[in-house]
């Protein structure tokens, strides 16, 4: 049918009164005016004696009024001895064949096209929300939002790092303030916020860490907010295995504002407070919080130190200070890998004395004791100190270290200890 449509846009049809009323008496292939519809001379007819053939009437076919000449097959034959066929309008027509080819192989690629968005996932652990950028749940008051771990994240045991799940926790946070559409120009301000220069700033961290995903893993991620003090905000997470249900990690943490442009901490404007007071919920995800007063180490009292640290331009955010995921790599620099080898991290408090700038130096400080209460080897606790080079506290904090399961890996994945 696309051919038939389009030949007929090339010949139209003629009237049988048409027809009949065209009358030539030219000869094909003689004289200044055998010219094809292409405004082509054609070549004259070779000196040996062509023959002459007078073209009737009704064998001339016309297109869009113009008449067109025909060669009989004798004269065809010996032009194409004596010399190449002229470019007439007949053999520039398009291959229609190739034509109806193209036409199919175009609807083909639209219904594979159609075909690839309906698909679905077709195992229950590939969840559609897990590229997404979440959303609300619990009557508007908390956030959802699904990660699936992926191949760079994983570390030496094969598990993600606890930069990779502080980074989902950053995340969520970041988005919650995002779809509850109080996002504005800044990491995370309301517009008020904005307004009077105000930015958020990580005070305290307290996280625990059930266990680690492993790489394909999906963890489902929920956060919500609470008030902390009169001018403190209060952010909690749960982090979940999508498979199996199981506790990933429990955090708390509580951020105050500080005036981007002085650098120094603020009050919590009326204004502010009523724009993120409505998502407020009374109720932490961790119960039994770390309320030990964290010590200050120093260089003589230190079991380990690493100086010369110094921020990239990678680390920085759109804040222009050091993002505070970076600070728990800072403090893990100076603890022993004896310890990073026979056990995995299970809990850590941090407090956050002061910003860091692209231009510090700083140094990290580390003592080992062992858990109180625990046997000798069964579990191992460290005391941290990030500071500048002149002394200044950046953070202080402290880990808790549980032994790693007695597994073994070759090159195919984990073995119990003993197989071969």
């Known amino acids: 049918m ?8 090339f010949f139209p049809a003629q009237s049988s009164s048409s027809v009949a009323s065209v009358k030539t008496s030219k000869i094909i292939g003689e004289g200044p005016e055998s010219l094809t519809v292409g405004g082509i001379v054609a070549k004259p007819a070779s000196s040996s004696g062509a ?59 639209a219904e594979k096209q159609w075909t690839l968005l309906d698909w679905k996932p077709r195992r229950p652990d590939m969840l559609a929300d897990a590229f997404g950028l979440g959303k609300i749940v619990q009557d508007g008051l908390a956030f959802r939002q699904n990660f699936s771990i992926r191949s760079y994240e994983i570390g030496a045991d094969r598990t993600a790092s606890i930069e990779t799940l502080m980074n ?32 958020w700033v990580v005070a305290k961290m307290h996280v625990f860490v059930d266990k680690y995903p492993s790489w394909a893993d999906v963890v489902q991620v929920d956060t919500w907010v609470g008030s902390s003090g009169k001018n403190g905000m209060r952010r909690d997470w749960h982090v979940i295995d999508c498979q199996t249900g199981e506790t990933i990690v429990r955090a708390t943490s ?53 100086e010369g640290l110094t921020p990239r331009w990678a680390d920085l ?11 728990i790599g800072w403090i893990l620099e100076s603890a022993p890998t004896t310890i990073m080898e026979s056990h995995e991290l299970a809990g850590m408090t941090l407090e956050y004395r002061r910003e860091c700038g692209r231009d510090n130096v700083l140094k990290s400080l580390t003592s080992v004791n062992n858990c109180p209460g625990g046997s000798e080897g069964a579990g191992m606790e460290c005391v ?37």
Do not use: C
Request: net charge positive; glycine share 6%.
């Open 168 to 199: 989902h926790l950053q995340e969520t946070a970041l988005n919650h303030v995002k779809i509850a559409g109080l996002m504005d120009d800044g990491f995370g301000a309301t517009p008020e916020m904005s307004k009077r220069n105000l930015i």
């Open 51 to 109: 023959m002459q053939v007078k073209v009737n009437a009704q064998a001339v076919p016309k297109i869009n009024g113009t008449k067109v000449g025909l060669k009989s097959e004798f004269l065809k034959a010996e032009d194409d001895a004596s010399s190449s066929a002229p470019r007439t309008f007949y053999n520039q027509l398009p291959d229609w064949s190739v034509l109806l080819a193209a036409i199919t192989t175009i609807f083909l690629a």
């Open 317 to 327: 955010d759109v804040n222009q200070h050091v993002n505070n995921v970076k600070y």
């Open 384 to 420: 941290h100190l990030l500071q500048l080079d002149g002394g200044d506290e950046i953070m202080r904090g402290r880990t808790q270290w549980r032994p790693k399961s007695a597994r073994v890996f070759d090159n195919k994945g984990p073995l119990p200890v003993g197989s071969s």
């Open 254 to 306: 509580v951020w105050v504002m500080m005036n981007k442009q002085t650098r120094k901490l603020s009050k919590m404007p009326d204004e502010v407070r009523a724009e993120i007071g409505p998502y407020f919920i009374e109720r932490t995800a961790i119960i039994d919080e770390d309320s030990r007063k964290l010590p200050k180490l120093h260089d003589d009292t230190a079991q380990y130190v690493r």
């Open 2 to 9: 696309v051919a038939s449509i389009a030949a007929s846009a």
